[in-house]
């Protein structure tokens, strides 16, 4: 069974730093990008940053500067490094791993089931 988790979610204060894991596993045969999305309380889905196979990143303009998304070498996880964190950061945080997977080959994107990250003083 495939699988998408994160973790490394916290109560941190602001300006502080918490760093986040996405760690897919299970039948994979390739994994392409990976993407960190947040939900805010009472607001819609978010995208954060994204990480292509081939290292490309992007991020949202309210993240540009304080949050940087990498892989590991053998590309089945995912972290995000979010500095500088502000209230308004507050959310859970969810992976999205697009992956061909085993037995059918079919790609598709698996989601996690989310971290929290609360920053207040």
């Known amino acids: 069974q495939v699988q998408v988790g994160e973790s490394g979610g916290g109560l941190v204060q602001p300006g502080g730093s918490l760093r986040l894991s996405c760690v897919a596993s299970g039948r994979i045969l390739n994994i392409y990008d990976m993407t960190w999305h947040r939900q805010a309380p009472g607001r819609q889905r978010e995208f954060v940053a994204r990480?292509?196979?081939?290292?490309?990143?992007n991020y949202a303009d309210s993240v540009k500067g304080r949050f940087t998304i990498s892989r590991d070498n053998a590309k089945t996880t995912a972290y995000l490094q979010m500095n500088s964190l502000k209230p308004e950061d507050t959310a859970d945080y969810y992976c999205?791993?697009?992956?061909?997977?085993?037995?059918?080959?079919?790609?598709?994107?698996?989601w996690g089931q989310g971290t929290r990250v609360t920053v207040s003083s």
């Open positions: 999205t791993a697009n992956m061909r997977t085993l037995p059918t080959g079919t790609r598709e994107d698996y």
């Open positions: 990480m292509t196979r081939d290292g490309e990143t």
